[in-house]
């Protein structure tokens, strides 16, 4: 047997088929090029389930914060339709009566009332007194009154309140104007 130089045989692969290494070459760039097509492909997915998945966590929190809001303040409602109740009760406190344990008896009924819409986060909303708020105040009425501040609130007719930090009815009130000075 004749023995080759490793040279030789080297030589001998290389000078094979020049075709065949084209097609290698371009199967190898074809390869290339949808491995590449591929990895855009892949990052985009994985950048479009990375929103989708940031969007489903912002979306469960939504949920979550509008549930707690429910449930908090769920009552609003119901506080609000017994506002004239306690309006009622208040006019009638106002009112003389000659029987003292009738009064002493509607005093308590209001007392209680008033104790359990406490409990529940109503909170009367304290305006005489106070600079004029058209946040939480609506005046009904403008009065000269020289010992008032301009804009200060003189009178309420009607209570205004809060339901858990929130305005549930804003107070109706009278609104001190300074007395205009006649000139002679």
Known sequence: ??????????DDSLSGDGAEIANASESLVK?????????????????????????????????EKEKVEWHEYA???????????????ERALKVEC?????????ELIYQRLSDSLKKLGLEPIHSVGQPFDP???????????????????????????????????PAMVVVAVTPVSKAD
Not at 1 to 10: A, D, G, I, N, R
Not at 98 to 106: A, L, N, V
């Open 31 to 63: 390869v290339t090029a949808e491995r590449d097509i591929l990895a855009a492909e892949k990052a985009g997915l994985e950048d479009r389930y990375l929103r989708l998945q940031a969007e489903f966590q912002n979306q469960r929190r939504r949920a």
């Open 135 to 169: 946040h939480v105040h609506h005046a009904v009425e403008r009065k000269e009154s020289p010992e008032a501040a301009d804009d200060t609130v003189i009178e309420e007719y009607q209570r205004g309140y809060n339901f858990k930090g929130r305005l549930l009815r």
């Open 1 to 10: 047997m004749e023995k080759k130089e490793p040279e030789s045989v080297l």
């Open 75 to 89: 009552a609003t409602e119901a506080v609000r339709a017994l506002l004239p109740i306690l309006d009622d009760f």
């Open 98 to 106: 000659p029987d003292k344990h009738y009064t002493r008896g509607m």
